[in-house]
């Protein structure tokens, strides 16, 4: 058991570089990025597109691997792990929302949200059943049996979000949650994330370019010249 003293946070990256090889040389998009981050934190990260705001992201989520630097989750090293326990991992302890909420059209509200779960060790009837009081918490427990397309556009990234917390993850990644929606919706889907990431004792990060959304996050980054600076001026 990890002395209290001596316990790390729960994501750390240090020294965090990623670069991209094209026809016209090597492209530097993260430079030397650090952040410390626990369970129960909110954060926001903004900056202007191509600035690597969903490239850090992915790193976070293990879908991407950095160039130079380090990155722990948990405790665990993803560099060291194997695809396929990697992979085990991220289904575990990692949740993701999408600006598009990538619902399958075939299945039902239900079975959208129970989908991830299968990758694991199988859907349980305690799953469905916390399944079922998810999309209750969300306001569309009398909508489980309907298909995505029977749905509005904020009731499907709702069901996303459902879907990202079945498995009760420790770290909820969102980007451009909101990206797709009206501002009204946007503005619900945005007080939803906060108080269910709370409320689950969840670590949220969300990349954005919306500052209305960014601004109503307990912390708020923005990547500038590669580097994470603290909250956006202006």
Do not use: W
């Not at 990623?18 to 016209?24: R, S």
């Amino acid at each position: 058991m990890t002395d209290a003293s001596t316990k790390t946070a729960d994501v750390t990256i240090a020294g965090l570089t990623k670069e991209f090889q094209t026809a016209d040389g090597t492209l530097s998009i993260l430079r030397g990025v650090d952040i410390e981050l626990n369970r129960g934190d909110a954060v926001a990260i903004t900056g202007p597109s191509g600035s690597g705001k969903s490239t850090l992201l992915y790193i976070l989520g293990t879908l991407e691997s950095a160039t130079a630097g380090t990155v722990s989750i948990l405790d665990y090293d993803p560099a060291t792990m194997s695809e396929a326990a990697l992979a085990k991992f991220r289904n575990a302890n990692i949740g993701f929302i999408f600006q598009d909420h990538h619902l399958l059209p075939q299945c039902s509200v239900l079975e959208n949200v129970l989908i991830p779960l299968l990758a694991g060790e199988g859907v349980t009837e305690a799953d469905a059943v916390r399944a079922r009081q998810l999309l209750d918490r969300v306001g569309l427990g009398e909508r489980i049996e309907h298909r995505p397309a029977q749905l509005s556009g904020g009731e499907r990234q709702r069901v996303a979000v459902c879907r990202a917390l079945i498995g009760q993850p420790a770290l909820l990644l969102a980007d451009e949650p909101t990206g797709n929606l009206d501002q009204a919706t946007a503005e619900s889907i945005g007080s939803l994330l906060l108080e269910l990431s709370s409320e689950q004792n969840v670590l949220l990060v969300c990349v954005t370019h919306s500052a209305e959304l960014a601004a109503r996050f307990p912390k708020h980054l923005k990547l500038q010249d590669g580097q994470l600076v603290s909250r956006a001026e202006g």
